[in-house]
């Protein structure tokens, strides 16, 4: 555990008073809120987890003995090898709850290649865990982070690897030690990279018990409020974590329930984009060639709300953060602040902070669905990850085009919703391209992809480990040509606010720029996969997307409304069009479009059946 230290961090702390009996009272409200909303594990599942880790880091030993004698290693050199296996994020920080997935990272001496990982770590944890037991084994080497991606006795883990330039991994190796960098490829680098983040964040933290308390409220909070997830272009684990972090420096003595509080008004009132950073940069080792650091390149000034890992190198954990998602998290810092400024004066309970977000029913009356499509589940799997890691991409081109000037933000929902229907015609099958749930054959599941490891491959620049998947599920397509087709969907949405005053919109340009260069995809197949883009009002919203105790919104009619849409109706087809009518319109008939060959004017580019 961390000691007590109020001087850590880049400035002197704002308050150092210790916890009041409020404080101490809140704080065991908090505790108790958090074990109502499921936030902490079983000690028995946690023992499970720490088996399975046991168990990894034995094959790892034994892997590096297997290599060694392959390669002619004399025995001296394989008694000392070793072989040792570092966790990092949630389950590093002990902050993880049920289902959490582990990250782990294993590292072995510098004769084990990832060549050698790869070839024989998945069929060693095949061969030792019964079929019962391995529940997943996916193994993705083509990505700018390979990764091993398992389930074992019900325990999640996303394995990495890397080699160190060393003989030998002893027990007490630190990979803190930047002197360890020295040769790393750049693979390797970004896989030692999360362990050595976190460590560095539990030395920089002033009381971890008050740092892990605060932070399970805010993951919650975050997850709760849909502003979670760095493939949707939200704050992840690690950023939030840093935040915190930063929050314990400044108010060193504090419990957590002023933490929380104080983490709202502060981040709320940052200096955006002024980066936060915990500790003074770290002069760059001697590596011969050096990695960049975050500020060292022109991209870095356009960065929004700069997270800075303390690690070298130090990177910015929130780079792919949208100017609409900026708004989106700046607006629920200020709800959290009023609703933890009522707790702490006794108006409100916790339950009241981590209330679901309301996305849905109350936020927006304009949304963009992007329904995608395959007919096989593999080919889904891959073609939706690649869909979802590049989002972002439709949320800046909105921001960015001249023609959307109207818009105020659009938010990407933090899931997607993933469903299955069986279709017996071409016309049943062009309804579900368009996202209708009529020949639905099963409960739709809501998936957060941030974990997935195709999108996480996807999302950092690698697209090849998904399209490896998605040519893979092509070639082994046995759909029935002459029975029901099972078809394969993932919805994703966006909400759309507009300017005050604004009803003019036109988003068919940066639409039609996202959706082409979907389809630039090197396995993209227009038998196989599609890809719809539609707009939705919230009062058509389907109702899979609302939980229990959720109501759709109602249609408002009023007398201007009509009168609106009348004078719409009677504008020349060059001019511009309002939102009720053009650009933005989910009513049109697939097999009338597909009759005439010809896309219905009222689409404004927005849908498109045929992938």
Not at 81 to 95: D, M, P
């Amino acid at each position: 555990m961390a000691q007590n230290d109020d001087t850590r961090g880049v400035s002197a702390p704002l308050s150092t008073d210790p916890p009041t009996e409020r404080d101490l009272k809140l704080s065991g409200e908090l505790i108790q809120e958090l074990k109502a909303q499921n936030n902490f594990e079983a000690p028995e599942q946690t023992q499970k987890r720490e088996r399975v880790l046991v168990k990894l880091e034995g094959l790892l030993k034994q892997l590096v003995q297997m290599v060694g004698k392959s390669k002619g290693l004399p025995d001296e050199i394989m008694k000392e090898a070793g072989g040792r296996i570092f966790t990092y994020g949630s389950y590093r920080l002990k902050v993880f709850g049920p289902g959490s997935d582990i990250d782990a990272l294993m590292i072995a001496p510098r004769h084990v290649t990832r060549e050698d990982f790869f070839k024989h770590m998945p069929d060693m944890i095949r061969k030792t865990t019964p079929p019962d037991q391995l529940t997943e084994l996916v193994p993705v080497e083509a990505s700018s982070v390979p990764i091993i991606k398992t389930e074992i006795e019900g325990v999640a883990v996303d394995l990495i690897f890397s080699t160190l330039h060393i003989a030998s991994v002893p027990k007490d190796l630190q990979l803190t030690d930047n002197n360890l960098l020295r040769g790393l490829s750049e693979t390797d680098m970004k896989c030692v990279n999360g362990t050595r983040v976190t460590d560095r964040l539990l030395q920089l933290v002033p009381e971890t018990k008050t740092f892990r308390l605060a932070l399970r409220a805010i993951k919650l909070w975050a997850q709760r409020r849909g502003v979670y997830g760095n493939v949707y272009g939200f704050p992840g684990g690690v950023a939030y974590a840093m935040m915190v972090v930063r929050m314990c420096q400044l108010y060193p003595r504090a419990a957590a329930p002023v933490i929380v509080n104080k983490f709202f008004m502060v981040m709320g009132k940052w200096r955006w984009p002024d980066p936060v950073t915990l500790c003074k940069r770290e002069a760059a080792p001697d590596l011969g060639v050096t990695p960049p650091q975050w500020g060292e390149q022109t991209k870095d000034r356009f960065d929004l709300m700069p997270i800075i890992t303390p690690a070298f190198p130090c990177m910015n954990a929130t780079a792919g953060l949208t100017n609409s998602n900026r708004q989106v998290i700046l607006r629920e810092f200020k709800r959290g602040l009023e609703i933890t400024n009522d707790i702490h004066a006794g108006k409100k309970e916790w339950k009241a902070l981590f209330a679901r977000q309301t996305f849905f029913t109350e936020d927006y009356k304009h949304y963009l669905c992007l329904v995608t499509g395959s007919r096989t589940l593999e080919a889904q799997q891959a073609w939706s990850g690649f869909i979802s890691s590049r989002l972002r991409r439709l949320v800046s081109g909105i921001e960015m085009h001249s023609n959307t000037a109207a818009v105020k933000l659009i938010h990407p929902f933090n899931k997607g919703f993933e469903a299955v229907h069986e279709c017996k015609t071409e016309d049943e099958l062009e309804q579900v391209k368009q996202g209708s749930l009529l020949f639905q054959v099963a409960k739709t599941k809501t998936v957060d992809e941030s974990g997935d490891v195709k999108v996480a491959a996807a999302a950092q620049g690698s697209a090849d480990a998904i399209a490896q998947a998605a040519s893979d599920a092509t070639s082994n397509d046995t759909t029935k040509k002459d029975g029901p087709l099972m078809y394969h969907t993932t919805r994703y949405f966006l909400g759309i606010e507009l300017e005050p005053g604004k009803n003019e919109l036109d988003i068919s340009e940066p639409i039609t720029t996202f959706r082409n260069g979907c389809k630039q995809w090197n396995v993209f197949d227009e038998s196989i996969h599609s890809i719809t883009i539609k707009h939705v009002r919230n009062h058509m919203l389907p109702d899979d997307v609302f939980v229990d105790g959720e109501k759709r919104p109602t249609k408002k009619k009023s007398k201007k409304a009509k009168d609106a849409a009348s004078a719409a109706e009677a504008l020349p087809a060059h001019k511009k069009r309002t939102v009720a009518n053009a650009g933005l319109d989910e009513n049109q008939d697939p097999a009338k479009r597909r009759q005439s060959g010809i896309a219905d004017p009222k689409t404004n580019g927005m849908t498109n059946g045929n992938g």
